[in-house]
């Protein structure tokens, strides 16, 4: 995997007679050191369609400086990105690209302008030499791709651009607080924020170049209750699940936290649209693509799962007395662990790099661009979302009224895993339907939710149980004791009961009249 730097930025308008205040004191600053200037050159690739950039993304191949090679940078937050860095090549290099497929999709890159950079560097320095910030100033030509320099100006040639700027960036053992206090020395100075986000927005700009946004119109989070048609309500969310699992794919593939957990939820709730909401979008349409995404998310759920009962485990063999622990139980549970994390994450990067994960992308997208709406689509939302809503409340009811009856043990546990798929799907319903019933849909979510949660619990014990009883096998045939993992496994029987004993009242407070009333427009 490429190098990644955590990149915190601002940047400054500037021109050739822009004086640099003294930053001596500002914030801990003790010295400001010189350290020359550099020449850096760099060419950025996007889509002919600039798809990259209109998200914030930027690739280039930059010689010069202290970091030659390849550099792609995602955002995080406003002025925060994580840049990647690979050695240098003729083309991008796979590593790299890998992270953008989810937005390049099949579209070719190619070299989109060229930035020559003057730069002049100041390290800011605590008392102790640390440094804690780079501040450089600039002198930029942009070039579109054109003839050659040199070439007497044609109706072809390059537009091309020049422009001061400075950049302050963060370093060792900077803080934000220190990015504000030189943000308030440049004021005093005369010296204002750019116009531009990057050096890359401002080239694309004065060179000529236009991009719409690859995203398409925004999602937003709804006006109050009542508000739009029940087509742009339901598109609404159906764009923000597109658009969140367009964006974890890169974070999935760099392994970072939580990220496999967020895309199959939007996954999860994007199908869960899909099924709920059949009067708004033909269901002969999106059927199709609900049993691509139910691939997709038991793919991603390999991992994850992986993952939930990797900590579930670990987390109950911390609280087990030491003296409790026969054999090798934390060893063996570590191997256990590290297989099964080798082989799920190879395989969900196979599915991530496959033709199969690639279709679904472009359908989804094909889908926003034509949405397959059905006359209902045109009806004031809050009379469409009530009813799918109540539909699949009453769907959840039937299954928890067939799980509380059945009798104890596996049927019990089936029951009960039916319940909790129905009442995520309950609540996804009701999430989706927040900007057209408001308040109501929000506290009647809340309170699935909890019951999804319980069951969500109840489940979880089921598989460690199982998990529990493969690993005390696993032990007494290597002639180790499997009495530590009996152990285990009477505490996640004990855990499923209570979850047993809690459900009714639960199910009683969130299945109560007045939830569902005030869902009705």
């Not at 930029?140 to 400075?166: D, F, L, M, S, Y």
């Not at 256990?336 to 690639?358: F, H, I």
């Not at 049927?411 to 999430?431: F, I, M, V």
């Amino acid at each position: 995997m490429a190098d990644t730097v955590r990149e915190i930025e601002r940047k400054y308008e500037a021109d050739r007679t822009t004086q640099l205040p003294d930053l001596t004191g500002v914030d801990g600053v003790a010295t400001v050191v010189e350290a020359g200037a550099e020449e850096l050159d760099a060419v950025y690739y996007d889509t002919a369609g600039l798809h990259l950039a209109a998200e914030g993304i930027t690739l280039r191949r930059r010689t010069g400086g202290r970091d030659a090679g390849w550099h792609l940078k995602l955002p995080v937050a406003p002025g925060v990105r994580d840049e990647l860095r690979a050695p240098l090549s003729d083309t991008p290099p796979a590593e790299l690209t890998a992270l953008l497929r989810s937005r390049l999709l099949d579209r070719a890159l190619v070299p989109v302008v060229r930035l020559r950079t003057h730069r002049t560097v100041r390290v800011l320095r605590d008392a102790g030499g640390a440094p804690l910030a780079e501040v450089a100033v600039d002198a930029v030509r942009a070039r579109r791709p054109g003839p050659p320099e040199g070439r007497k100006n044609t109706k072809a040639a390059a537009v091309q651009a020049r422009w001061h700027e400075i950049e302050v960036e963060l370093a060792g053992g900077g803080g934000p607080g220190l990015l504000d206090a030189v943000d308030r020395k440049l004021a005093e100075t005369g010296v204002r924020p750019a116009g531009s986000a990057s050096k890359l927005a401002r080239a694309l700009a004065e060179t000529g170049q236009r991009y719409e946004d690859a995203a398409g119109p925004g999602t937003g989070k709804g006006g109050g209750k009542g508000s739009g048609t029940a087509g742009e309500v339901v598109l609404r969310y159906v764009r923000a699940q597109v658009r969140a699992i367009v964006e974890l794919d890169p974070a999935v593939r760099r392994d970072l936290p939580d990220a496999v957990h967020r895309m199959r939820v939007a996954t999860r709730r994007l199908r869960s649209a899909f099924r709920s909401y059949t009067k708004v979008l033909d269901r002969a349409e999106t059927l199709p693509l609900g049993v691509e995404l139910k691939w997709l998310a038991a793919e991603l759920g390999v991992e994850r799962d992986r993952e939930v009962l990797t900590a579930r485990l670990r987390a109950a063999l911390d609280g087990v007395p030491r003296e409790l622990r026969l054999g090798p139980v934390d060893a063996r549970l570590r191997i256990w662990t590290e297989r099964r994390r080798g082989g799920a994450r190879e395989q969900l990067l196979a599915v991530l790099d496959g033709p199969r994960y690639l279709a679904l992308l472009k359908r989804l997208h094909a889908l926003l661009e034509a949405p397959p709406l059905r006359p209902a689509a045109a009806r004031p939302a809050p009379e469409v979302a009530a009813r799918a809503v109540l539909k699949d409340y009453r769907r959840l009811a039937g299954r928890m009224e067939t799980a509380l009856a059945a009798p104890a043990g596996r049927a019990r546990d089936e029951a009960l895993h039916g319940a909790r798929k129905a009442a995520k799907r309950t609540r996804y319903a009701a999430e989706a339907a927040r900007p057209a019933l408001g308040r109501p849909a929000k506290k009647f979510a809340r309170r699935i939710k909890r019951v999804q949660q319980l069951l969500g619990d109840h489940q979880d014990s089921v598989v460690a149980r199982g998990t529990l009883r493969e690993l005390a096998t696993q032990a007494q045939r290597a002639g180790e004791s499997g009495f530590t993992f009996g152990l285990l496994h009477g505490r996640e029987e004990a855990l499923a009961a209570d979850r047993e004993r809690r459900l009714p009242r639960v199910w009683k407070k969130a299945s109560r009249r007045r939830y569902r009333t005030a869902l009705r427009p």
